[in-house]
T-cell receptor, first 114, second 116 residues
Framework: ETGVTQSPTHLIKTRGQQVTLRCSSQ?????VSWYQQALGQGPQFIFQ???????GRGNFPPRFSGLQFPNYSSELNVNALELDDSALYLC?????????????FGPGTRLTVL | AQTVTQSQPEMSVQEAETVTLSCTYD???????LFWYKQPPSRQMILVIR??????QNATENRFSVNFQKAAKSFSLKISDSQLGDTAMYFC?????????????FGKGTKLSVKP
């Protein structure tokens, strides 16, 4: 167990809809990253939040946005869903002082876009 | 841009045997971290082992060890005394702590099956 939880476990949406995925990190983990893992692929970095500010972003369009809250929870929002957004979405958190930069992953949310 | 390549999409090994998973990466950085993560069917990504690039000594964690060849940009994972619970996807990952806000760059993974 990593102490990182995600909700919901599974979600089905239709093209054009909006979705919010949630992540709850361990206390003291003030850095959270989100990854998209398409079927049969490795995870791809979406963005990272540190102390409630976005401080890094991968090659994802602006319709992917996020929020981080003071209680170590965070959200990933995706607008105007497309079929290719179907994937496993993982959040990962780490404490501010991490000697090995280890990220602790949640179990993921499986999003299906029809 | 950094890249990570895992050239073995699938591998299988008999229980109690040893297996080696390959990983190569490309970077111009001298200071970085390398990781092997395990993702079982439960989907939870679990850290198996990590290596700091400045350390010449290969990391070991119980039955898991790495062969880190910095000049060749190679980072293979050896699993000794394979167990049925080792069946999972294994991902090699790279992190440049100074450049990309510490995000992980993953390979495509190797599906390992341990057979009884």
């Amino acid at each position: 167990e990593t102490g990182v939880t995600q909700s919901p476990t599974h979600l089905i949406k239709t093209r054009g809809q909006q979705v919010t995925l949630r992540c709850s990190s361990q206390s003291g983990h003030n850095t959270v990253s989100w990854y998209q893992q398409a079927l049969g692929q490795g995870p791809q970095f979406i963005f990272q939040y540190y102390r409630e500010e976005e401080n890094g972003r991968g090659n994802f369009p602006p319709r992917f946005s996020g929020l981080q809250f003071p209680n170590y929870s965070s959200e990933l929002n995706v607008n105007a869903l497309e079929l290719d957004d179907s994937a496993l979405y993982l959040c990962a958190s780490r404490p501010e002082r991490s000697s090995y930069n280890e990220q602790f992953f949640g179990p993921g949310t499986r999003l299906t876009v029809l | 841009a950094q890249t990570v390549t895992q050239s073995q999409p699938e591998m299988s090994v008999q229980e109690a045997e040893t297996v080696t998973l390959s990983c190569t990466y490309d970077t111009s950085e001298s200071n970085y971290y390398l990781f092997w993560y395990k993702q079982p069917p439960s989907r939870q990504m679990i850290l198996v082992i990590r290596q700091e690039a400045y350390k010449q000594q290969n990391a070991t964690e119980n039955r898991f060890s790495v062969n880190f060849q910095k000049a060749a940009k190679s980072f293979s994972l050896k699993i000794s005394d394979s167990q049925l619970g080792d069946t999972a996807m294994y991902f090699c990952a790279f992190m440049d702590p100074g450049g990309s806000q510490g995000n992980l760059i993953f390979g495509k993974g190797t599906k390992l099956s341990v057979k009884p």
